[in-house]
T-cell receptor
Framework: KQEVTQIPAALSVPEGENLVLNCSFT??????LQWFRQDPGKGLTSLLL?????REQTSGRLNASLDKSSGRSTLYIAASQPGDSATYLC???????????FGKGTSLLVTP | SAVISQKPSRDICQRGTSLTIQCQVD?????MFWYRQQPGQSLTLIAT?????????ESGFVIDKFPISRPNLTFSTLTVSNMSPEDSSIYLC??????????FGDGTRLSIL
């Protein structure tokens, strides 16, 4: 059974810092990996999707990497802003299924 | 990307009652997914709903407790039956298949008294 772990569980940084969120998974037979953002009281917003054959994806100040063989992904946020404060979720889709397996998320607070 | 609307956005219900959550998508999709997010926990898949067939439930979830309808390619409902305080969660509808990203609705925040 796929287990997805996110470290750290919570993170507080001052505005302007670059930061890295970590995601690990136990079964490397993944189809793709997706990073989401969840604001309080809201649903999930898709940030980046990395296919199993890809090493990284970039969108604006966000960069996600994937090392499938070691079961790891990182989400890099450059020049953090208070508006980046949210919970960030990592989810993997297996080769053998359709649904996503989620980590518990990293709660990020960016202070002015 | 698909736009997903969920109703209601939140509700407070009495123990023993049932609530039906609606999910509407702005485009036709083959598969729709229902997830639950309990307080402080990650998202867990309840079931997968395909149009024209019975929903497929994950381990720990049963049709009698969470009946699902999928009458067409843009709409699905999830009913939470005979509710207890343990059912207090966020329920989310999702679409996406193959190499495409999955997209989620804003969720339904359910509290059981």
């Amino acid at each position: 059974k796929q287990e997805v772990t996110q470290i750290p569980a919570a993170l507080s940084v001052p505005e302007g810092e670059n930061l890295v969120l970590n995601c690990s998974f136990t079964d490397s037979a993944i189809y793709n990996l997706q990073w989401f953002r969840q604001d309080p009281g809201k649903g999930l917003t898709s940030l980046l999707l990395i296919q199993s054959s890809q090493r990284e994806q970039t969108s604006g100040r966000l960069n996600a990497s994937l090392d499938k063989s070691s079961g790891r992904s990182t989400l890099y946020i450059a020049a953090s802003q208070p508006g980046d404060s949210a919970t960030y979720l990592c989810a993997v889709k297996q080769n053998s299924g359709y649904a996503l397996n989620f980590g518990k998320g990293t709660s990020l607070l960016v202070t002015p | 990307s698909a736009v997903i609307s969920q109703k209601p956005s939140r509700d407070i219900c009495q123990r023993g009652t049932s609530l039906t959550i609606q999910c509407q998508v702005d485009s036709q999709v083959t598969m729709m997914f229902w997830y639950r997010q309990q307080p402080g926990q990650s998202l867990t898949l309840i079931a997968t709903a395909n149009q024209g067939s019975e929903a497929t439930y994950e381990s720990g979830f049963v049709i009698d407790k969470f009946p699902i309808s999928r009458p067409n390619l843009t709409f699905s409902t999830l009913t939470v039956s005979n509710m207890s305080p343990e059912d207090s969660s966020i329920y989310l509808c999702s679409v996406g298949q193959g190499r495409q990203p999955q997209h989620f609705g804003d969720g339904t925040r359910l509290s059981i008294l």
